[in-house]
């Protein structure tokens, strides 16, 4: 594998559901992000992660819980979510010391929640 | 506050015609400007990037983009366009900083 992979690449879950994202990153990368990619708007960062220390927290609801467990992997955990947050996660690795601006992205996961 | 403005949210155009995605951000002295281009079921990928040097920078694949200060803009441009270009394409902007903040983006569709 290379690059940036997510599973599952798409999630429909119930209200009452608890589901887990996972994305994975193969480029020795030092910082990983959660976005939230809704029609119509700005990609939203709900997460950032800094050699496993999370350095940035956008106001995301509590239903919503990240994990990085190591500089390679990182988790989002879902309960209780609404209609509203029907949308594509996308998560992406950057370099962070030595290239601070550019990240590199994976395929996403496209959740449903009815 | 720091924002990103992509004006055409669809841009139609034939194949092989010549095609500017807009771009302008919020001013700033120092800034940090990409293209990203997201194709029909895949996550985001980079494009350009303007980190100094030159304002002019060039992609693999035909695309350009100058960075002009006086405008705030990162107009991306083709000359000719293929129907493998049709794609989002985002926008983005750092502001000194490891945080990007996108555009809305631009539906790039290319007809035969």
């Known amino acids: 594998e290379t690059g940036v992979t997510q599973t599952p690449r798409h999630l429909v879950m119930g209200m009452t559901n608890k589901k887990s994202l996972k994305c994975e990153q193969h480029l020795g990368h030092n910082a990983m992000y959660w976005y939230k990619q809704s029609a119509k708007k700005p990609l939203e960062l709900m997460f950032v992660y800094s050699l496993e220390e999370r350095v940035e927290n956008n106001s995301v609801p509590s239903r919503f819980s990240p994990e990085c467990p190591n500089s390679s992997h990182l988790f989002l955990h879902l309960h209780t979510l609404q209609p509203e947050d029907s949308a594509l996660y996308l998560c992406?690795?950057?370099?962070?010391?030595?290239?601070?601006?550019?990240?590199?992205f994976g395929p996403g996961t496209r959740l449903t929640v009815t | 506050a720091q924002s990103v403005t992509q004006l055409d949210s669809q841009v139609p155009v034939f194949e092989e015609a010549p095609v500017e995605l807009r771009c302008n951000y919020s001013s700033s002295v120092s800034v940090y400007l990409f293209w990203y281009v997201q194709y029909p079921n895949q996550g985001l990928q980079l494009l350009l990037k303007?980190?100094?040097?030159?304002?002019l920078v060039e992609s693999i694949n035909g695309f350009e983009a100058e960075f002009n200060k006086s405008q705030t803009s990162f107009h991306l441009r083709k000359p000719s366009v293929h129907i493998s270009d049709t794609a989002e394409y985002f926008c983005a902007v750092s502001y000194n900083t490891d945080k990007l903040i996108f555009g809305t983006g631009t539906r790039l569709q290319v007809f035969p």
């Open positions: 303007y980190l100094s040097g030159s304002t």
């Open positions: 992406a690795s950057s370099p962070f010391t030595d290239s601070p601006y550019e990240q590199y």
